[in-house]
């Protein structure tokens, strides 16, 4: 029975082994990707968003359809958030949402990849507020690409939804028709690009 269980062990090893061995770890092209926010504001219309300055990496192997071997870790640097105008820009800065002084860093870290029929599902924590959460992104691979200068190109696209009162970001006003000023409902958009590394 001990020799049975040593032997499943290894061969379970091996198994997550092939399983991430083909798997290129990419470097994420800031240049070419977006870090993308929604969020209804007086109930009638949306406003939207993006945080210029992020890094981060994603290991992928476009021959792994189920996406066993997917990794991916993100940091956002919260202050670059902009939304076209420079005051609402620095309430979102202020204690009132992101509190950027205490809180510099958003983390999203992945965990799994989940497939169910056609769709992928990219599941992570992400860290925002000091407020570690976790999330459910879908996930659309784009494939690769290679540019003219022989470097390997691969892109996904992620969209999803969190409340921000999961993570502390509880600053709103009531209107007198009783909705909300700024929705606790926000939807993420990435459009990831990443350049394999050598």
Known sequence: M???????????LLAWAVSGADAARYEIDAVHSSVGFKVRHMVI???????????????????DAKGKSWK????????????GNGKRDAHLRSADFFDVENHPKMIFRSTKIERKGDDLYLIGDLTLRGTTKTVRLTLESHGTVEDQQGNLHAGFTATGKINRQDFGVSFNKVLETGGLVVDNTVEITLEIEGIEKK
């Open 2 to 12: 001990k020799t049975f269980a040593r032997c499943l062990f290894v061969a379970t």
């Open 45 to 63: 219309s949306k406003t939207s968003g993006v945080f210029g300055k992020f890094s981060g990496w994603f290991d992928f192997d476009p021959k």
């Open 72 to 83: 991916t870790e993100t940091e956002i640097e919260v202050a670059s958030v902009d939304t």
